[in-house]
Nanobody, 124 residues
Framework: VQLQASGGGLVQAGGSLRLSCAAS????????VGWFRQAPGKEREFVAA????????YYVDSVKGRFTISRDNAKNTVNLQMNSLKPEDTAVYYC??????????????????WGKGTLVTVSS
């Protein structure tokens, strides 16, 4: 399965962006999907995840109440709606997919599929 993240860009603090993760195969609908980000000079960190049917979601504390993850399995996409963006949200955002549901503890070195990142820059 190939994943493609899109929707990044430059936005002012307080603004919104909607990231999308599109998959190349229908089997995507059987996979849990996570969003991660890597800020300049920092390690990659988990941001949010959604189970295969959307019934379970998980967020890192720093984005709770501001970000919403959702999926449309008919379109093979998972979205990350990001509101009230802050400069500290600036990072390259990656989507990942796996057969298992890990909640917030995704074993990044064993995840089945990774997409290329999309850059989000939040100006102050």
């Amino acid at each position: 399965v190939q994943l493609q993240a899109s929707g990044g860009g430059l936005v002012q603090a307080g603004g919104s962006l909607r990231l999308s993760c599109a998959a190349s195969e229908r089997t995507f609908s059987n996979l849990a999907v996570g969003w991660f980000r890597q800020a300049p000079g920092k390690e990659r960190e988990f941001v949010a995840a959604i189970s295969w049917n959307g019934g379970l979601t998980y967020y890192v504390d720093s984005v709770k109440g501001r970000f919403t993850i959702s999926r449309d399995n008919a379109k093979n996409t998972v979205n990350l709606q990001m509101n009230s963006l802050k400069p500290e949200d600036t990072a390259v955002y990656y989507c990942a997919a796996d057969r298992y549901w890990y909640g917030s503890r995704w074993p990044e070195d064993r995840v089945d599929y990774w997409g290329k990142g999309t850059l989000v820059t939040v100006s102050s």
